[in-house]
């Protein structure tokens, strides 16, 4: 928890791994990241994100965003930037309409529905609400 709330104030701190507790790695859900970082997925490259065989982007255009998967994994958020949108979607569920904007999601070659906005997505996640969507047109309003 200490490491996560420094992030989020943007300050700097000290982590060391430990031996006891922790999840391991799973190669398998990692191979896509790894394999986009450059390095050797090895035997276990399928991509591994659950994805339901008929996915379809709803009508309300609300999605879990739990169910997005990232086409930024690489790049790290800006997690003062994170905490702010939180505390607003946190005040104001409806404020992705008013406030933040609608996130554009694009179907990945998996099918898995994939957003390129890392912030209001992650910051969608700590305020437990779902994330307001549109289909992305390839071209920017």
């Known amino acids: 928890e200490v490491v996560v709330a420094c992030a989020c104030l943007d300050r700097r701190v000290r982590a060391r791994r430990v031996a006891v507790g922790g999840v391991a790695l799973d190669p398998r859900r990692a191979a896509p990241l790894l ?31 739990a169910r997005l998967a990232s086409t930024r994994d690489l790049e790290a958020p800006i997690w003062p930037k994170v905490l702010h949108f939180a505390e607003i979607l946190s005040a104001d569920p409806d404020a992705f309409a008013s406030r933040l904007g609608e996130v554009p999601v694009r179907r990945l070659a998996n099918g898995a529905w994939a957003a390129g906005s890392r912030h209001r997505v992650a910051a969608a996640k700590l305020a437990g609400v779902p994330v307001q969507c549109r289909v992305a047109t390839g071209r920017r309003r």
Do not use: C, Q, T
């Not at 394999?35 to 609300?62: H, I, K, N, Q, T």
């Open 35 to 65: 394999a986009r970082a450059g390095l050797d997925a090895g035997a276990a490259g399928a991509d591994s994100f659950d994805v339901a065989a008929e996915d379809p982007f709803p009508d309300d255009g609300l999605m879990d965003a």
